[in-house]
């Protein structure tokens, strides 16, 4: 199957859900431009609170449309940008990557994936009992965390729907993605 972008989308304002767009430009160690979340050093409310320094490894935010197919079958209606998605993939197992995945969206624009996205309670406030079917549990006991992946950008370009997606694995093990 060929992977490719479904939707790009944007917010300058901090708010839970981001408008789709006919493009998105990303900029190299920055964001998606025009971003409230993009910058080199953490955005997200939360990590700034905690330590406004740190990296920041959540610049682009990327999330597989077959999740929102999966939970419109469980009762939800989740299209792209809602859950706060800068871009949206189709034909790719984002979840199954690993570390340090290069991936080539469109002519130019790169990201490398820095790890999962840890889903919060603004999930619940969007749409009640939302957080329960994209965070849940192993057999094992561990978390699974399904709510897309995050990534800095190390090359920049524009990015449309439509755009291939080419996954460039890194060398050596794979390793497993954690939340960041």
Known sequence: MNST???VSSNGEYSFTKPNRDSVRLLAGLGV????HAGVTVKHRSRVAKDPTQPNLRQVHLMHQELFAELRTAGFE????DLGENITTSGIDLLALSVGTL???GDEA???VTGLRNPCLQIDRFQEGLLKRVV???A???VVRRAGIMGVVTAGGTVRPGDPIRAELPVGPHRPLEYV
């Open 5 to 7: 972008v479904t939707a």
């Open 136 to 138: 849940g549990r192993a």
């Open 33 to 36: 431009e025009g971003d409230v």
């Open 103 to 105: 991936l080539h969206l």
């Open 110 to 112: 790169v990201v490398e």
């Open 140 to 142: 094992d006991g561990t």
């Open 78 to 81: 989740v299209m792209p940008g």
